[in-house]
């Protein structure tokens, strides 16, 4: 358990995970696969079409950081990625991204993002979930609540099933969910790696603020379901202004 601490790039919090990211990776492709198969895919082909592209740019400029990030630290594990960008018919405001790289938008969220650079700050925030791999560690904060001696001596044990039941309970997966409920400390930390991740992209990091007072506006009293663990929209706008100065070091313009 010792050995199960690491630490999140960009950063570098340590943090505690106790699962195999590798088995969470490929029990979260076989719930990913079962979610697509069982939801309507988006109509309109432009919006598809966007999520794609700006998922290919994320994924392709941060395959390429970190080649280098920390020495190449991280490297390998995100190059084994299998990414994929699908658009889900839904007027839910709502966007995810399992671990290994798969990632749902529902089509109530273009009435927000409005165009390539809104849609990354989304995408940029899920996709620095999955690779600061909070899943996993919201995995072990659930094993250690239902306690070591039962849960995690069965999810430990190499047991699919046991793996999947845990997995489920995280992602509320039961209930047809798949959205992980992160802590408010995740959800800050994912926009932070998330702004550095669209200036990667070639998306202007300022460009968050933006996005954010629109969905201050959109959504008023009314919380989205993805927001409901979030910081306030004022709170997570001032924290935005704090890091684009070291977001901004990442951006070229195209």
Same mark, same amino acid.
């Given at each position: ?9 960009? &950063? ?5 995970? @106790? /699962? $195999? ?9 076989? =719930? ?7 939801h309507s895919m988006a109509k309109n082909k432009s919006q598809v ?18 080649? &280098?990030?920390? $020495? ?10 299998? @990414?994929?960008? $699908?658009? %889900? /018919?839904?007027?839910?405001? *709502?966007? @995810? ?33 999955? %690779?600061?791999?909070?899943? *996993?560690?919201? =995995? ?24 999947? !039941? ?11 969910? &798949? ?11 994912? !926009? ?16 968050? %603020?933006?996005?954010?007072?629109? =969905? ?6 009314? %919380?989205?379901? @993805? ?7 004022? &709170?997570?706008? $001032?924290?935005?202004? !704090?890091?684009? +100065? ?7 313009? +195209?």
């Amino acid at each position: 358990m010792l050995l199960s601490c690491s630490r999140v790039p960009i &950063t570098h919090r340590r943090h505690s995970v @106790w /699962q $195999n990211e590798a088995v969470l990776v490929k029990m979260s492709d076989s =719930m990913y696969q079962h979610f697509i198969s069982t939801h309507s895919m988006a109509k309109n082909k432009s919006q598809v079409t966007q999520v794609q592209f700006v998922g290919q740019k994320l994924s392709s400029a941060l395959t390429t950081f970190f080649k &280098t990030y920390d $020495n190449g630290k991280y490297y390998k594990e995100i190059a084994a990625y299998k @990414w994929a960008f $699908n658009t %889900i /018919q839904d007027s839910t405001v *709502n966007a @995810w991204c399992m671990p290994g790289g798969k990632v749902v938008v529902y089509t109530g969220l273009f009435k927000v993002t409005q165009d390539e650079a809104g849609l990354a700050v989304v995408l940029g925030h899920e996709i620095a979930h999955a %690779i600061a791999k909070h899943g *996993n560690e919201r =995995m072990t904060q659930e094993m250690k609540a239902q306690g070591i001696s039962t849960v995690l001596s069965i999810a430990l044990s190499g047991s699919p099933q046991a793996t999947q !039941d845990v997995l489920g309970m995280v992602y509320g997966a039961a209930g047809g969910l &798949t959205l992980l409920k992160y802590s408010r400390k995740h959800e800050t930390e994912a !926009d932070k790696i998330g702004l550095i991740f669209m200036a990667l992209a070639g998306y202007d990091p300022n460009k968050a %603020i933006e996005f954010w007072d629109r =969905m201050s506006k959109a959504t008023n009293t009314q %919380i989205p379901q @993805w927001l409901s663990t979030h910081p306030s929209d004022q &709170t997570r706008i $001032n924290s935005l202004k !704090d890091w684009l +100065p070291e977001a901004l070091k990442y951006y070229k313009k +195209p």
